[in-house]
């Protein structure tokens, strides 16, 4: 017979809190996922395809790497391997010799466009199934969470 000791106890406010926006976010990412995959990219290309294109502009790679939360290696070879087949070029910063640029070609612009679009397009359809206002609901929440959490 197991004592009521022993038995699981139910996880905490803060507990379930960090599991529910761990699955919110695989769930969301899941979508991301399969709108990179249908453009042959990885959900990594993705992140620095919309970065560059919301920056409009350029982006050093150690402001790339922070705003994909990537390493420098990791964006290293994305940015490399982007380059090649033409969606990025580098550029040397003339103002700073140690540094350079890395900027979407305008091959590279209306990919970052079409992709973001089939993934917010993921994203809607994935949010279609909650009652109507629960999203815009979850967002103001976590937004004014965020808000407090961050200062």
Do not use: F
């Amino acid at each position: 017979m197991t004592t009521k000791s022993h038995l699981p106890q139910p996880p905490g406010t803060a507990q379930l809190l960090a599991r529910q926006t761990v699955q919110l976010a695989a769930v969301m990412d899941a979508a991301a996922e399969k709108a990179a995959a249908a453009s042959g990219l990885t959900r990594a290309d993705v992140d620095v395809l919309h970065s560059l294109h919301q920056a409009r502009g350029r982006l050093t790679p150690s402001e790339l790497a922070a705003a994909c939360r990537l390493s420098s290696g990791g964006t290293s070879n994305i940015v490399r391997r982007l380059a090649a087949s033409g969606y990025l070029i580098r550029e040397a910063n003339s103002t700073d010799g140690r540094s350079s640029w890395v900027q979407l070609t305008e091959e590279g612009s209306r990919l970052a466009q079409t992709v973001t679009d089939a993934v917010d397009a993921g994203h809607e359809r994935l949010l279609q199934r909650l009652p109507d206002g629960l999203a815009e609901q979850l967002s103001r929440l976590l937004g004014d969470a965020l808000t407090q959490l961050e200062r």
